[in-house]
């Protein structure tokens, strides 16, 4: 599976982005997906993840309430739906594709797939 991250950009606080996940491949409906972060001089941090049938979503709790996540399994695309955008939020986001269901969703090493980052600055 490849991965295309797109959709990242400059706004200010307070501000929407949409990012979007393009997956190639057509087994693209079999795989948990995830959005991670890492912000400069930061670890990689999880930020959410959807199941594969998109019923089931997780967030950690700095974006809960005002990201989300969802899928088209049609279009082998996940989206990031960011709202009420905060300066803390400026990181490269990293989408990322896992095989084995949703056990171990927040850590990145669960993973099997990544995209190549779209970065996102969010200024005050």
């Known amino acids: 599976v490849q991965l295309q991250a797109s959709g990242g950009g400059s706004v200010q606080a307070g501000d929407s982005l949409r990012l979007s996940c393009a997956a190639s491949?057509?087994?693209?409906?079999?795989?948990?997906m995830g959005w991670f972060r890492q912000a400069p001089g930061k670890e990689r941090e999880f930020v959410s993840t959807i199941s594969v049938s998109g019923g089931n979503t997780y967030y950690a709790d700095s974006v809960k309430g005002r990201f989300t996540i969802s899928r088209d399994n049609a279009k082998n695309t996940v989206y990031l739906q960011m709202n009420s955008l905060r300066p803390e939020d400026t990181a490269v986001y990293y989408c990322?594709?896992?095989?084995?269901?949703?056990?171990?969703?927040?850590?990145?090493?669960?993973?099997?797939?990544w995209g190549q980052g779209t970065l996102v600055t969010v200024s005050s």
């Open positions: 990322a594709a896992k095989s084995r269901g949703l056990p171990g969703f927040s850590f990145s090493d669960n993973y099997d797939y």
């Open positions: 491949g057509r087994t693209f409906s079999t795989y948990t």
